[in-house]
């Protein structure tokens, strides 16, 4: 045994480091909560499992070959855990499978990655280094490992493992059986048995998909069904006809609605706006892993983006029954402008499944360095370099469907000096500070762009649903935002700080505030009604945000859901009123929770089944 240590000595030597490197790197570059001392034990265990299990893999190799096995399977794991800091310095999360292959989206991060990355970050390889220095320095060449050592070596790492996995269960039980989040995996069985899980899961979906058989759709059919809102008579067919404006107003999210920062209105513009519109302030975005895309994938489709992983990647391939193809159907010509390369986010892709007739993309638009910053063409330019595409759309003599996607307003939120209308804020936290900023440049991007459109004569014919794709400000910034919003953010209030706005515009029409608690999901049949186009019979999950019959309620792909007095986040329920956990009254919730998780599980089934092939809505339609 002893004699085992010795000759294999920097074997276990890299153990010990990657494993501790790992605890290290757990407390310093993520963010994880820790309740109490178990659950800070199962976090110092959960990466032996699989440290011993990847680096067993070099006991098959002996000699140099062992040496260099050891360096190999260290810096890969030691990358995996880098490209996870990185990660979550951009997204609050950790790396799921369908993401990594993301690789175009990568490559495109650009500027954003250079801010993510940071100098003292070598100190994640140094370690290697060193340790690679040391084996040559003593000619550490051991002699092939005997079946029986591996045997052990192999045996210790499921023991690891079945203890960790144990503790953890009693911390947290169903741990791997209930869907938890990301943040609960990592605390709980580690960073690399995650990976693992993380694959088993994603190869599951693709099963799914195999097995799913058509009479899944029936009882999803009846519930959408029997959850169909009818449409409000005084709206249905409102804007009959008329081109439709889609903007996704990027990261921008509800709290700088009618909100200063040093004496300085933030959105002046959407704020006049309001007045002659119809405006939700309790309009939720219900994004996941796949950010803007997710939103997109709500707004067509009224299905929720999935728990991991976005949607526009993993199932590209789907039957959908998207806005796009509906319209299309109606005499409509529909496009989308987003200045950026078209394969971000497998829109090229997914657009064509949805039915877009166009996609004016990176290079239908003039990007130079001058009118660029951050992740590029400048809001201001990108507006005014629609307009011709809107005329290209006018001239084929249809109303158009068209949905404009702004960029300046994303994370890490840059502006050149001349574009600044009002100052930075003034915290020590610079996102946050920048942030108002640049929001306030989008703003006034949207002002010259509604004068354009009018200037063009295309402001009377068409109507304007103006939404904030997810948030922009993540929870890693909580402490800014209680400076800037005075109060503590608790998880209450970073549930209600995932609110959007939400601004239908509809010229000749004075509009109101409207107070019905939704969320993207309601996008679609609102518009389709608005257009007087029936929904009934669709497969959707959201209702007409102006049907007299909707019921307020909106879930989070976070499972966190939002009703008319409620917030259930985080297992609480608490009072919109006080912002408390509800006392007393334990059930002012749960009458929603089965259809929170219903919801979510039914778009879930949909997608991961590919179901919509299934359905023959024609033939539904005259049921
Ligand atoms: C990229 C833009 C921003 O094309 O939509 O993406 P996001 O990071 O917000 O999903
Ligand atoms: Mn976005």
Redesign the pocket.
């Given at each position: 045994m002893k004699q085992a240590f010795a000759d294999y000595k920097f074997f276990f030597i890299a153990i010990a480091l990657l494993w501790v490197k790992t605890y290290i790197v757990y407390k310093t570059a993520f963010e994880l909560p820790m309740d109490n001392k178990i659950q800070e034990l199962i976090l110092f265990i959960n990466p032996i499992s699989s440290v011993i299990l990847f680096l067993g893999i070099t006991l098959y190799f002996k000699g140099k070959a062992h040496r260099r096995m050891i360096i190999a399977v260290s810096a890969i794991m030691s990358f995996v855990m880098y490209a996870n800091m990185v990660f979550y310095r951009f997204f609050n999360d950790f790396i799921t499978i369908p993401v990594l292959f993301q690789t175009s989206n990568m490559g495109?991060l650009g500027n954003s990655v250079f801010e993510l990355i940071q100098p003292t970050d070598v100190l994640v390889f140094v370690d290697i280094l060193i340790l690679a220095y040391f084996m040559r320095r003593a000619d550490y060449r051991p002699a092939r490992a005997s079946r029986k050592q591996i045997t052990l070596t192999y045996a210790a790492a499921i023991v690891f493992f079945i203890v960790n996995v144990g503790i953890a269960e009693t911390e947290r039980p169903q741990l791997l059986t209930r869907t938890f989040d990301r943040e609960m995996l990592i605390k709980n069985i580690g960073s690399y048995n995650y990976h693992i899980y993380d694959s088993i899961i994603q190869s599951k979906a693709k099963a799914q998909r195999a097995f799913a058989d058509g009479s899944e759709i029936t009882d999803i059919e009846n519930y959408t069904r029997a959850n169909y809102k009818e449409p409000n008579p005084e709206m249905f067919g409102k804007a009959k006809g008329k081109n439709v404006f889609v903007i996704?107003v990027?990261?921008t999210q509800n709290f700088v609605i009618n909100e200063s920062v040093n004496g300085k209105e933030i959105t002046p513009f959407m704020n006049d706006l309001i007045k002659d519109s119809y405006y939700f302030p309790n309009f939720y975005h219900q994004t996941g892993q796949?950010?803007?895309?997710?939103s997109e994938f709500l707004l067509d489709n009224s299905l929720y983006p999935l728990p991991s992983g976005a949607v526009f990647f993993t199932h590209s391939q789907n039957q959908y029954n998207a806005t796009p193809e509906i319209l299309k159907e109606q005499g409509y010509y529909s496009s989308v402008q987003?200045a950026?390369?078209k394969s971000?986010?497998n829109?090229d892709i997914m657009y064509d499944n949805f039915g877009y007739d166009r996609y004016y993309s990176l290079k239908d638009f003039e990007v130079t360095p001058e009118n660029s910053i951050g992740?590029g063409l400048k809001d201001k330019d990108f507006f005014k370099q629609s307009i011709p595409h809107l005329k290209e759309m006018q001239a084929m003599n249809k109303p158009f469907y068209t949905k404009y996607?702004t960029?300046t307003n994303?994370?890490p939120f840059t502006l050149e000096e001349e574009d600044e209308m009002i100052p930075e804020w003034t915290s020590n936290d610079g996102t946050v500070n920048r942030y108002f900023t640049t929001v306030r440049y989008t703003d006034e991007a949207l002002k010259e762009f509604f004068a354009d459109v009018k200037a063009a004569g295309l402001y009377e014919d068409s109507i304007f649903i103006m939404y904030g794709?997810?948030y922009g400000i993540s929870e890693n910034h909580n402490d800014a935002m209680g400076q800037f919003l005075g109060k503590e953010i608790t998880p209450f209030e970073s549930t209600q700080l995932q609110k959007v706005p939400l601004i239908i515009h509809m010229p000749g029409e004075k509009g109101k505030q409207m107070d019905t608690v939704g969320g993207q999901i309601d996008l679609k049949p609102t518009i389709l009604h608005l257009l007087g186009i029936d929904t009934k019979g669709d497969i959707q999950l959201g209702s007409d945000l102006f049907s007299k019959d909707r019921e307020d309620f909106a879930v989070l792909r976070d499972n966190s859901y939002i009703t008319k007095d409620n917030v259930f986040t985080d297992g609480k329920c608490y009072d919109k009123a006080t912002g408390k956990p509800v006392e007393g009254e334990e059930n002012a919730c749960e009458p929603y929770a089965e259809r929170a998780k219903t919801e979510l599980d039914m778009s879930d089934r949909i997608i991961y089944g590919d179901l919509l092939r299934f359905y023959d809505k024609d033939k539904a339609k005259q049921n």
């Open positions: 495109d996704s990027e990261s796949g950010k803007t895309s997710d987003h950026n390369n971000f986010w829109r992740w996607i960029l994303h994370f794709d997810h």
